[in-house]
């Protein structure tokens, strides 16, 4: 059984940051590649960032260069860290595998920017 936990969410102003994490248990984590995704209200949910098992990363074209995707496979943890924050970035932020599987789906930790 896989469980995704996700934290780090809260509400910033305009152009701050935040690190969201995701801890990862009960899988060969080392050897998944793992995402970040998001939904906004009223909207689908979708993929924002992406990271293999060996460390390549990928993101939408809405946060690139402002968001970075990292892990640590000794801890099971993968990372967001969201510098220049955007009130459109508003959204529940979620982990999970690429591609996601549905029963994996966590929580999600809300992130809210806002003046």
């Known amino acids: 059984q896989v469980q995704l936990v996700e934290s780090g969410g809260g509400l910033v102003q305009p152009g701050g940051s935040l690190r969201l994490s995701c801890a990862v248990a009960?899988?060969?984590?080392?050897?998944?590649?793992m995402g970040w995704y998001r939904q906004a209200p009223g909207k689908e949910r979708e993929s924002v960032a992406r990271?293999?098992?060996?460390?390549?990363?990928a993101y939408i074209d809405s946060v690139k260069d402002r968001f970075t995707i990292s892990r640590d496979n000794a801890k099971n943890m993968v990372y967001l860290q969201m510098n220049g924050l955007k009130p459109e970035d508003t959204a529940v932020y979620y982990c999970?595998?690429?591609?996601?599987?549905?029963?994996?789906w966590g929580q999600g930790t809300q992130v809210t920017v806002s003046a």
């Open positions: 990271i293999s098992r060996r460390g390549a990363t």
């Open positions: 999970n595998t690429i591609p996601d599987v549905d029963n994996y």
């Open positions: 009960g899988s060969d984590f080392s050897r998944t590649d």
